[in-house]
């Protein structure tokens, strides 16, 4: 599953290799990557083809092409879509689901999706033009990386939750764009437990916590800053937090790196949560 850190390499190439070129022609290989979009695959095709791709755009982990006509193709990666750009003679991916031809002649843009939970379809927009999104996305709430993100009201609407500190930093109504592991790494650095309740933080305690998540999330985006460079754009490609430094997540029974205690895995929510029992004591009122 694709991190926030990892779209947003994917949407900077976009913006590079596809923003302004018009849709000559799409070509649609498999019918479950466009099982979202009205009229499946003929529906896509008309709504494409012509059309001039105006920017890429992202909210959390949502990424979008506006069309000149103001609608919106909207890319659901699932578990394992890739967007990729590629020169037309490249030979095709095993699992090569949608391609898109440029007026251009130039690189196409490739949907590849091995599991097909992900698909493309045409959206309406919601909102204005500046500032709208996609009707799906509309429910979403901006990411800590969004510049019109709103600290304040965050820091109010999380201490109205009467949840825990991490149910509240996955909850994409709230805050947008932080997975599992971006949430431990960022609570451990400001030393908060995962079931802390969040109606017990204070102003300057989440201030601290939007800091780590912001500098989490920028480190893995300056180290995968490298690979939009390259001639393709690759959604699970080298931009890995895999490769990042991580200081929990991941490292049961490994010395904590500023106390040295064991870090702990606790299951949390069907997945995990790591933390070290030290730095990131358990409170006493738990919201589990
Ligand atoms: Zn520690």
């Given at each position: 599953?694709?991190?926030l850190?990892?779209?947003e390499v994917?949407r900077?190439?976009?913006?590079?290799?596809?923003?302004?070129r018009?849709v000559?022609?799409?070509e649609?290989l498999h019918p479950?990557?466009?099982?979202?979009?009205?009229g499946?695959?003929?529906?896509l095709v008309?709504?494409?083809e012509?059309?001039t791709?105006?920017?890429a755009?992202?909210?959390?982990k949502?990424l979008?092409l506006?069309?000149d006509?103001?609608?919106?193709?909207l890319a659901?990666?699932g578990m394992?879509?890739?967007?990729?750009v590629?020169?037309p003679?490249?030979?095709?991916?095993?699992h090569l689901?949608v391609r898109?031809r440029?007026?251009?002649?130039?690189?196409?843009?490739r949907?590849?999706d091995?599991?097909?939970?992900?698909?493309l379809?045409?959206?309406?927009?919601s909102?204005?033009t500046?500032?709208?999104?996609?009707?799906?996305?509309?429910?979403?709430?901006r990411?800590p990386l969004?510049a019109?993100?709103?600290?304040?009201a965050?820091a109010a609407?999380?201490r109205r939750r009467h949840?825990g500190?991490?149910?509240?930093?996955?909850?994409q109504?709230?805050?947008?764009?932080i997975?599992n592991?971006?949430?431990d790494e960022?609570?451990?650095?400001?030393?908060l437990?995962?079931a802390?309740?969040?109606?017990?933080?204070?102003r300057?305690?989440?201030?601290r916590?939007l800091?780590?998540?912001?500098?989490v999330m920028?480190?893995?985006l300056e180290?995968?800053?490298?690979?939009?460079?390259?001639?393709?754009v690759?959604?699970?490609?080298?931009s890995?937090?895999?490769?990042?430094?991580?200081?929990?997540?991941?490292?049961?029974?490994?010395?904590?790196?500023?106390?040295?205690t064991p870090?702990?895995r606790?299951?949390?929510?069907n997945?995990?949560?790591?933390?070290?029992?030290?730095?990131?004591p358990?409170p006493?009122?738990?919201?589990?």
């Amino acid at each position: 599953m694709p991190e926030l850190p990892e779209v947003e390499v994917v949407r900077r190439g976009l913006e590079r290799w596809v923003a302004g070129r018009t849709v000559a022609d799409v070509e649609v290989l498999h019918p479950r990557a466009v099982r979202r979009q009205p009229g499946g695959a003929a529906g896509l095709v008309a709504g494409l083809e012509g059309r001039t791709l105006q920017a890429a755009r992202r909210r959390g982990k949502y990424l979008w092409l506006p069309t000149d006509d103001g609608e919106a193709l909207l890319a659901h990666l699932g578990m394992s879509g890739q967007l990729l750009v590629q020169p037309p003679d490249a030979p095709d991916e095993t699992h090569l689901r949608v391609r898109l031809r440029f007026t251009d002649g130039g690189r196409e843009l490739r949907f590849v999706d091995q599991r097909t939970f992900g698909g493309l379809s045409l959206e309406p927009m919601s909102g204005g033009t500046e500032d709208g999104v996609p009707l799906p996305v509309a429910h979403i709430a901006r990411d800590p990386l969004d510049a019109r993100f709103d600290d304040a009201a965050f820091a109010a609407a999380l201490r109205r939750r009467h949840t825990g500190v991490k149910r509240a930093l996955l909850d994409q109504s709230l805050v947008s764009g932080i997975g599992n592991i971006y949430a431990d790494e960022a609570l451990w650095q400001v030393g908060l437990h995962y079931a802390r309740p969040t109606e017990t933080l204070t102003r300057a305690q989440v201030a601290r916590m939007l800091a780590a998540v912001r500098s989490v999330m920028g480190a893995a985006l300056e180290r995968g800053g490298t690979s939009f460079d390259s001639l393709y754009v690759n959604v699970n490609g080298e931009s890995g937090y895999f490769e990042r430094s991580l200081e929990v997540y991941g490292r049961r029974d490994l010395p904590c790196s500023r106390c040295g205690t064991p870090i702990r895995r606790d299951p949390f929510m069907n997945r995990s949560s790591y933390s070290c029992p030290r730095c990131q004591p358990r409170p006493r009122r738990a919201h589990w």
